[in-house]
């Protein structure tokens, strides 16, 4: 039989590490202030130190030999077990361990004091306020609903044409929120965070648990270089088609696909959701729709247009870029725009030129045919440049700088779709970027009626890192002594072997309890914004979604509304916020609401 120390190391090298991700190679997650206990919840602790007998060390359960015998069972305190079986990992931020208190010892210590009675947010701040004092002693330093819904409405008429069962198929705006990404192979819907590991994930419309999306994507990333099997939903309109997709899978695994339509798999059937909704785009039965009754589908903002004549006046030059058609533009810029400017000003007043069915993306990286706009029912006429006050239709990015004899970051191009207008214009233009991404102001307000119970959240956890900070220290001590050396201080040294054990046994608990508390409110968290999803703009409590990262990728600014503007004055130059590192909130004094990414 192995020996103890022998057998400790054993049980280390069969216990399957949880892989390491990027963002946690280092204590990423918590200010350097908030880790800091009150000095009221120190109370003094002694340390007894008495000869130390390495060949007899606290047991670890894990395999043994028969002969071990009814003395190594008694004093077995821990079981090893692999948090890879756990059903829930807290979205990412999993408080669950390795080493855990064997339940037949949780039994037996019913009547005891380490069965810790009490809230377990009293006890949370006293254990870490000792675990914090011992580290001490220790001598271890602290380490948009309308348009979405019509667009979904004159898709699935599509699909039916086609042969698709969806008579009892309903539009839900909440299934589906922008930032996803569809996984077309296997007919998911997943949320990712900013290095592409997968979060969430659902299969037609039903949340998959996290060990489902562990034994799924354990081993893959998303990658939106791969457009035959990712989709990035990064347009309202891509919410629809979600929605239209997700409900079809769900058809398509009950075996409700007709067979005439041929052998359907997930590319497939998404290949046919695809087609339908672009159908109803290129038919133009939604725009016209639009155009019938605005006031449906166009939520006023009577800043937009002043926030523009700021500008203007200011010394501003304006254009407006847009793939629609003349007629549309028309129809929709006199509907927002007209009644909110002042005395006999129109729409095409505040812009110093206006180029419709513009062909984005490719009107960044192509030259295309120019046309000016003539007449006011659209008659055009092909010519070669643009002039200040004119209205074309197609050419190029490049006539633009041309004509204004302005480049690169001397504009500013304001779009709300990732790819179409803010990389495009960036990486091949280096126009400076501004992203609008409605759902901001949603996710805002959620995020203030969450602040209070996002506080108890942090703090349960910090708690609980600093009680676990100390558990990971008795353990290694345990570990050092195992293997007869000296522990990592001559204080943990000379810790007997009984007064180990039970502070590891009282932190063990102590977590365990925490993680009733933190596991619920975890999976709580951003409910407000969205139910299945959470927040639009993070993964998990402490990292930024997928989403998120598109955006810091490619926005130099990012709001909410263009009239956002009329809040700063139009000679504000903006400036980004202090990008701080991991290792920045020690060089601070203090370290006061510092963030640490």
């Known amino acids: 039989m192995a020996d103890a120390a022998e057998m400790v190391r054993l049980l280390y090298l069969r216990t399957p590490p949880r892989p390491l991700l990027p963002q946690f190679a280092v204590h990423t997650h918590r200010p350097q202030s908030l880790l800091r206990v009150s000095p009221r919840f120190r109370p003094p602790i002694r340390l007894r130190c008495r000869a130390l007998d390495a060949s007899r060390p606290v047991a670890v359960e894990g395999e043994r030999d028969e002969e071990d015998g009814l003395e190594d069972e008694e004093e077995s305190y821990f079981s090893v077990t692999s948090s890879g079986l756990s059903e829930v990992d807290y979205l990412g931020e999993s408080t669950r361990g390795d080493l855990n208190v064997r339940r037949e010892r949780l039994e037996a210590l019913g009547n005891s004091k380490s069965t810790l009675h009490g809230p377990i947010e009293e006890i949370a701040w006293k254990e870490a306020g000792e675990a ?30 086609m042969g698709f069962p969806v008579d009892d198929l309903k539009f839900d705006p909440d299934l589906v929120i922008r930032g996803l990404v569809i996984d077309k192979e296997k007919g998911n819907l997943v949320k990712a965070d900013r290095f592409g590991y997968i979060k ?100 006023p903002d009577p800043e937009l247009p002043l926030a523009l004549l700021d500008q203007k006046e200011a010394g501003k030059k304006l254009l407006l870029i847009t793939n629609s058609d003349f007629h549309y533009t028309n129809k929709m810029m006199n509907h927002a725009f007209n009644r909110f400017l002042p005395n006999d000003v129109g729409w095409r007043d505040l812009f110093e030129m206006v180029i419709v069915s513009a062909r984005k993306p490719e009107f960044f990286q192509l030259s295309h045919p120019l046309y000016e706009v003539v007449t006011d029912d659209g008659l055009m006429r092909p010519c070669f440049k643009v002039n200040s006050g004119g209205l074309y239709s197609g050419g190029s990015a490049q006539m633009v700088e041309k004509s204004l004899d302005i480049h690169g ?23 400076r970027t501004a992203l609008i991404c409605r759902e901001l102001e949603d996710e ?84 407000l914004f969205n139910k299945r999803w959470g927040w639009l703009s993070r993964a998990g ?48 004094s203090g370290g006061k609401d510092i963030k640490v990414h």
């Open 444 to 527: 805002f307000n959620a995020l203030v009626k969450s602040h209070d119970q996002k506080e108890k959240l942090v703090t349960l956890i910090q708690q609980k890192e600093i009680v676990g900070d100390l558990f990971n220290q008795l353990r290694l001590a345990l570990q050092r002594r195992s293997n007869s050396r000296p522990a990592q201080t001559l204080a943990a040294t000379c810790m007997d072997d009984q007064e180990l054990t039970e502070s590891m046994q009282k932190l063990l608990i102590v977590m365990q309890r925490l993680d009733e508390k933190i596991g619920p409110m975890l999976e709580a968290d951003g409910e």
């Open 541 to 588: 409590l402490w990292d930024k979604s997928h989403l998120t990262r598109q955006i810091e990728k490619y926005a130099d600014i990012y709001t909410s509304r263009v009239s956002n503007f009329l809040h700063y004055t139009p000679f504000m130059y903006f400036q980004s916020q202090e990008q701080t590192l991991a290792h920045d909130a020690h060089s601070y």
């Open 409 to 431: 970051d001397e504009i500013l191009y304001v779009g709300d779709h990732i790819y179409t207008d803010v990389s495009q214009s960036k990486v091949h233009l280096r126009w």
């Open 200 to 299: 969430r994930a659902m299969h037609g419309t039903q949340m998959l648990s996290t060990r489902a999306v562990s034994e799924i994507y354990g081993r893959e990333l998303v990658d939106l270089r791969k457009e035959i099997r990712w989709e990035f939903l990064n347009t309202l309109f891509s919410v629809s088609e979600a929605v239209m997709f997700m409900q079809m899978v769900d058809k398509l695994d009950q075996g409700l696909v007709p067979a005439e339509l041929g052998p359907l798999d997930y590319k497939g059937l998404y290949n046919a959701v695809s087609k339908a909704l672009f159908r109803a785009h290129v038919e133009g039965q939604l725009k016209r729709e639009i155009m019938a009754e605005p006031d449906r589908f166009v939520e």
């Open 132 to 161: 914090e004092t011992l580290l001490h002693d220790l001598g271890i330093a602290d380490p948009f609903s309308a348009w979405e819904g019509r667009a979904y409405d004159y898709g699935m008429d599509n699909l039916k044409s």
